[in-house]
């Protein structure tokens, strides 16, 4: 047998390099790295020896360039991922919060940790997390809960195992997610005679396994005795690359649908069975029909909270639930009827089995109505108004500045409810929403890897003062890496969209908007100046009117763009939208607080547990 004598790092690098999708594209398309002693001279040296075939790129944060990776994964449908290494202690421990949203989202990635020392020779070693009980344990054990595999090398042979098992993991269509391959900082040096045919291209194809034909013919007949079906488009569409077997699919049947955060632009905003964005903070179109159906079919989504309104949302008592996912921890949710398949074979075997079958059509009108509401809440200012902008003028703004390429983004505050609600997405990911971790801070690093997924696009970053506070540090990335994006930064001086979550629960606004926590001087943050500084073509802008020349100008500059402007927190979008379930306590002295959970009472007399 041929072997290759190399050391730990060495071989993983040629193997990772060496993966492919069935597109003829390397899954792994390179590696994100910050280095310090537990992988640069392992991982480090192994990856400066191929870098002109596996690129390696430098972030400023580790959490943030794990979000470029991961935001590079979700644009591509899953179909390509990126690694991410660090070194021990804090660098690793800074990818946890990446991991959890890789793992909330179903998205692959591969994390790098470097760990301690397998051979524990110079215990404790810098940065090293020291357990009394238990002396397998580092601080990469932290990656377990949230990793779809996890495994720590401590010996070179075991990457002929743990390789395969974590790209098996990454391409696997149910059980898609984060994998983490503690590597021992020591292990990454040593040498071993691997077997030659360890490094040969190898091709990795995306399952589609056909449904059960018992579980096909229960949804059929399912669909079949509904008077009133629905739909309910999530990430799982997109996924699948069924986007045009679900445009089908409803074609043929004449079923409504409507879509998660995850699922929007499944369908174009103007099909005329789109019904638009659902849940607490869905398009009054979207939630009367849901309201009303007797079956909810529910296509490649979870059914999150925000999507099924704490499950209050679907009032028909007889209402039935029909689940067609991937993956069978989802299709079995709240006693649905389970279909669990790939999306689109799915779509396309019941579509055939529903010949002949036609859906009454939604009532008249609910979606133009919704739309003039949308429209009138997003239209600009008139030039006489002297008011602070809202953030729903600013989507108007962006939209009408947004061409055929473009992607908006974004992850938390108030702009992931109000794009959902107001976005009007045209072809398939032409809306990037990270809203299964709503994490702040993802917005400008998946900027980036928005963009290095698809270069041709216009990548918009939508993203408010709280978050760009938080996590900013990879705009620097773009800009050095040459990355043309465009930020939009809404300031409302504070975490706006948690101070109008705190009114409505009756709470007193405290410690969310700038002015309302603990400060000797006000807060005056010179957002432009600031991006300005890691090189960005940054502006400051007053008006919706000066937004919109801005965006235009932006169009013509290579480096990153970034645009501010002060928003009013307090206003939102008052049509559509759903309860949600968020805890009122039930003791307060405060009557607004008691007030407010006599109405939560009322409300989760709704919920259903079926």
Same mark, same amino acid.
């Given at each position: 047998?041929?072997?290759?004598?190399?050391?730990?790092?060495?071989?993983?690098?040629?193997?990772?390099?060496?993966?492919?999708?069935?597109?003829?594209?390397?899954?792994?398309?390179?590696?994100?790295?910050?280095?310090?002693?537990?992988?640069?001279?392992?991982?480090?040296?192994?990856?400066?020896?191929?870098?002109?075939?596996?690129?390696?790129?430098?972030?400023?944060?580790?959490?943030?360039?794990?979000?470029?990776?991961? !935001?590079?994964?979700?644009?591509?449908?899953?179909?390509? !991922?990126?690694?991410?290494?660090?070194?021990?202690?804090?660098?690793?421990?800074?990818?946890?919060?990446?991991?959890?949203?890789?793992?909330?989202?179903?998205?692959?990635?591969?994390?790098?940790?470097?760990?301690?020392?397998?051979?524990?020779?110079?215990?404790?070693?810098?940065?090293?997390?020291?357990?009394?009980?238990?002396?397998?344990?580092?601080?990469?054990?932290?990656?377990?809960?949230?990793?779809?595999?996890?495994?720590?090398?401590?010996?070179?042979?075991?990457?002929?195992?743990?390789?395969?098992?974590?790209?098996?993991?990454?391409?696997?269509?149910?059980?898609?997610?984060?994998?983490?391959?503690?590597?021992?900082?020591?292990?990454?040096?040593?040498?071993?005679?691997?077997?030659?045919?360890?490094?040969?291209?190898?091709?990795?194809?995306?399952?589609?396994?056909?449904?059960?034909?018992?579980?096909?013919?229960?949804?059929?007949?399912?669909?079949?005795? !509904?008077?009133?079906?629905?739909?309910?488009?999530?990430?799982?569409?997109?996924?699948?690359?069924?986007?045009?077997?679900?445009?089908?699919?409803?074609?043929?049947?004449?079923?409504?649908? =409507?879509?998660?955060?995850?699922?929007?632009?499944?369908?174009?905003?103007?099909?005329?069975?789109?019904?638009?964005?659902?849940?607490?903070?869905?398009?009054?179109?979207?939630?009367?029909?849901?309201?009303?159906?007797?079956?909810?079919?529910?296509?490649?989504?979870?059914?999150?909270?925000?999507? =099924?309104?704490?499950?209050?949302?679907?009032?028909?008592?007889?209402?039935?639930?029909?689940?067609?996912?991937?993956?069978?921890?989802?299709?079995?949710?709240?006693?649905?009827?389970?279909?669990?398949?790939?999306?689109?074979?799915?779509?396309?075997?019941?579509?055939?089995?529903?010949?002949?079958?036609?859906?009454?059509?939604?009532?008249?009108?609910?979606?133009?109505?919704?739309?003039?509401?949308?429209?009138?809440?997003?239209?600009?200012?008139?030039?006489?108004?002297?008011?602070?902008?809202?953030?729903?003028?600013?989507?108007?703004?962006?939209?009408?500045?947004?061409?055929?390429?473009?992607?908006?983004?974004?992850?938390?505050?108030?702009?992931?409810?109000?794009?959902?609600?107001?976005?009007?997405?045209?072809?398939?990911?032409?809306?990037?929403?990270?809203?299964?971790?709503?994490?702040?801070?993802?917005?400008?690093?998946?900027?980036?890897?928005?963009?290095?997924?698809?270069?041709?696009?216009?990548?918009?970053?939508?993203?408010?003062?709280?978050?760009?506070?938080?996590?900013?540090?990879?705009? !620097?990335?773009?800009?050095?890496?040459?990355?043309?994006?465009?930020?939009?930064?809404?300031?409302?001086?504070?975490?706006?969209?948690?101070?109008?979550?705190?009114?409505?629960?009756?709470?007193?606004?405290?410690?969310?908007?700038?002015?309302?926590?603990?400060?000797?001087?006000?807060?005056?943050?010179?957002?432009?100046?600031?991006?300005?500084?890691?090189?960005?073509?940054?502006?400051?802008?007053?008006?919706?009117?000066?937004?919109?020349?801005?965006?235009?100008?932006?169009?013509?500059?290579?480096?990153?763009?970034?645009?501010?402007?002060?928003?009013?927190?307090?206003?939102?979008?008052?049509?559509?939208?759903?309860?949600?379930?968020?805890?009122?306590?039930?003791?307060?002295?405060?009557?607004?607080?008691?007030?407010?959970?006599?109405?939560?009472?009322?409300?989760?007399?709704?919920?259903?547990?079926?």
């Amino acid at each position: 047998m041929e072997t290759i004598r190399l050391t730990a790092a060495q071989a993983m690098v040629r193997y990772l390099s060496n993966q492919y999708n069935e597109d003829g594209d390397p899954f792994i398309a390179g590696c994100w790295a910050i280095f310090g002693h537990g992988n640069v001279a392992g991982l480090g040296e192994a990856l400066h020896g191929v870098r002109d075939s596996f690129p390696t790129w430098r972030g400023h944060n580790e959490q943030t360039m794990a979000h470029a990776a991961i !935001a590079f994964a979700k644009q591509n449908r899953r179909r390509r !991922a990126m690694a991410v290494t660090s070194s021990i202690g804090p660098g690793a421990t800074n990818m946890v919060t990446a991991a959890a949203l890789a793992h909330v989202n179903r998205l692959p990635v591969l994390l790098l940790p470097g760990d301690v020392f397998a051979g524990r020779g110079p215990d404790p070693v810098l940065q090293q997390v020291e357990s009394f009980s238990d002396g397998t344990v580092s601080a990469n054990d932290c990656f377990r809960p949230v990793s779809r595999y996890f495994d720590r090398i401590t010996r070179p042979e075991q990457l002929l195992a743990a390789l395969p098992r974590a790209i098996r993991t990454m391409t696997d269509p149910a059980d898609c997610g984060p994998v983490t391959l503690a590597f021992c900082q020591d292990v990454q040096t040593e040498a071993y005679d691997y077997p030659a045919s360890f490094f040969e291209n190898r091709v990795w194809h995306q399952r589609r396994p056909a449904p059960d034909m018992r579980e096909l013919a229960a949804a059929v007949d399912a669909i079949r005795a !509904a008077s009133r079906p629905m739909i309910v488009a999530g990430g799982g569409v997109h996924y699948s690359g069924a986007c045009d077997a679900l445009r089908s699919f409803v074609e043929v049947t004449g079923i409504p649908v =409507t879509e998660t955060q995850a699922g929007k632009s499944a369908l174009p905003w103007d099909h005329p069975l789109n019904m638009g964005p659902v849940g607490v903070t869905g398009a009054s179109s979207a939630n009367t029909v849901a309201e009303t159906a007797d079956l909810v079919i529910g296509v490649g989504t979870r059914f999150q909270d925000f999507t =099924t309104g704490s499950w209050a949302l679907f009032k028909d008592p007889d209402r039935k639930i029909l689940a067609i996912n991937i993956q069978a921890y989802d299709g079995h949710k709240h006693a649905a009827i389970p279909l669990i398949a790939d999306t689109r074979i799915a779509l396309e075997q019941l579509a055939d089995e529903l010949n002949g079958y036609r859906a009454a059509p939604p009532a008249e009108n609910l979606k133009a109505d919704w739309f003039a509401a949308a429209d009138a809440v997003t239209a600009a200012p008139a030039p006489d108004d002297n008011a602070l902008p809202t953030d729903m003028q600013v989507i108007g703004a962006v939209q009408r500045a947004a061409r055929d390429n473009t992607v908006v983004m974004c992850a938390a505050g108030t702009m992931p409810g109000e794009l959902h609600k107001l976005w009007k997405a045209g072809r398939p990911m032409s809306y990037h929403m990270e809203y299964g971790y709503s994490c702040m801070g993802y917005e400008i690093a998946g900027g980036l890897g928005i963009k290095l997924a698809e270069p041709d696009r216009d990548v918009i970053v939508m993203v408010g003062d709280g978050s760009y506070m938080m996590a900013n540090s990879e705009l !620097a990335t773009a800009v050095m890496m040459g990355v043309k994006i465009t930020v939009v930064v809404t300031d409302n001086r504070g975490f706006g969209c948690i101070n109008r979550l705190q009114m409505a629960t009756g709470g007193e606004q405290f410690n969310n908007l700038l002015d309302h926590a603990v400060h000797a001087n006000p807060s005056h943050i010179d957002f432009a100046a600031h991006a300005a500084s890691m090189g960005a073509d940054a502006a400051k802008v007053s008006t919706i009117a000066e937004l919109e020349n801005a965006l235009a100008r932006a169009r013509d500059t290579a480096e990153p763009s970034v645009i501010v402007i002060d928003t009013d927190p307090y206003p939102s979008t008052e049509a559509g939208g759903h309860w949600w379930d968020v805890a009122v306590p039930e003791v307060s002295p405060r009557p607004q607080v008691r007030a407010a959970r006599e109405a939560y009472d009322r409300q989760r007399r709704a919920q259903r547990a079926d």
